[in-house]
């Protein structure tokens, strides 16, 4: 194998940075009031003694476990623990709704399972089209759960499914890495603005 340039993979490598800083950036104008009204719904939730439950796929379900930690544990300060579940961590579930039922049932079952009203799904998906998700979120709406959505391309056929007391964080980037690096910043906004809003008092 022939090995490029330190020149040429310098260039590719900044190129990386450049085009995730002009994501972040146009996301910066458009999505802080989102986020501040997702904050708000998820802060009631907890407050009233609801839950969060979060799913996604590949990278995005790594993003359900990293959120579902930091609310449990903690994010940058210590507090009490805070409830919140990722759909993506029991195998036995998992593979079990996958093999008797299907793949696309994996979360919406577990949503009918031990979802209640007026508790908080985060449904994660870059192209907003994952089958999976989709069912997930069709679920939490029949029993009065929120959405909370975090997409990117335009946001896919889950932009068509949520209603006014849903909030949509949609990325403006059609590039899977580009979508997947704003999540996480979005993940980590989410994380300090329940912090400040529950705690700061305290």
């Known amino acids: 194998m022939k090995?490029?340039?330190?020149?040429?993979?310098?260039a590719r490598a900044e190129?990386?940075?450049?085009?995730?800083?002009?994501?972040?950036?146009?996301?910066?104008?458009?999505?802080?009031?989102?986020?501040?009204?997702?904050?708000?719904?998820m802060s009631n939730c907890l407050h009233e003694g609801g839950k969060v439950m979060v799913c996604g796929n590949g990278g995005s379900a790594a993003d359900a476990?990293?959120?579902?930690?930091?609310?449990?544990?903690?994010?940058?300060?210590?507090?009490?623990?805070?409830?919140?579940?990722?759909?993506?961590?029991?195998?036995s579930?998992?593979?079990?709704?996958?093999?008797?039922?299907?793949?696309e049932d994996v979360f919406s079952k577990q949503v009918r399972g031990i979802g209640r009203?007026?508790?908080?799904?985060?449904?994660?998906?870059?192209?907003?089209n994952s089958k999976n998700v989709i069912k997930a979120i069709e679920a939490a709406k029949k029993i009065g759960i929120h959405i909370i959505a975090l997409t990117g391309n335009g946001g896919g056929k889950m932009a068509s499914l949520l209603s006014g007391d849903d909030v949509h964080l949609c990325v403006p980037a059609s590039r899977t890495a580009r979508i997947q690096e704003t999540h996480l910043l979005l993940l980590h906004c989410l994380c300090d603005g329940v912090d400040h809003v529950l705690f700061d008092e305290e």
């Open 65 to 91: 476990q990293h959120f579902a930690a930091e609310l449990m544990g903690r994010f940058e300060r210590e507090r009490r623990e805070l409830a919140a579940l990722a759909l993506t961590t029991d195998t």
């Open 3 to 10: 090995m490029k340039s330190i020149d040429r993979l310098t």
């Open 93 to 103: 579930i998992l593979t079990a709704i996958g093999n008797d039922y299907s793949y």
């Open 117 to 128: 009203v007026n508790d908080i799904l985060i449904a994660i998906s870059t192209s907003g």
């Open 15 to 41: 190129q990386h940075f450049a085009d995730s800083i002009s994501v972040k950036q146009e996301g910066s104008i458009l999505l802080p009031t989102h986020v501040a009204k997702a904050t708000v719904l």
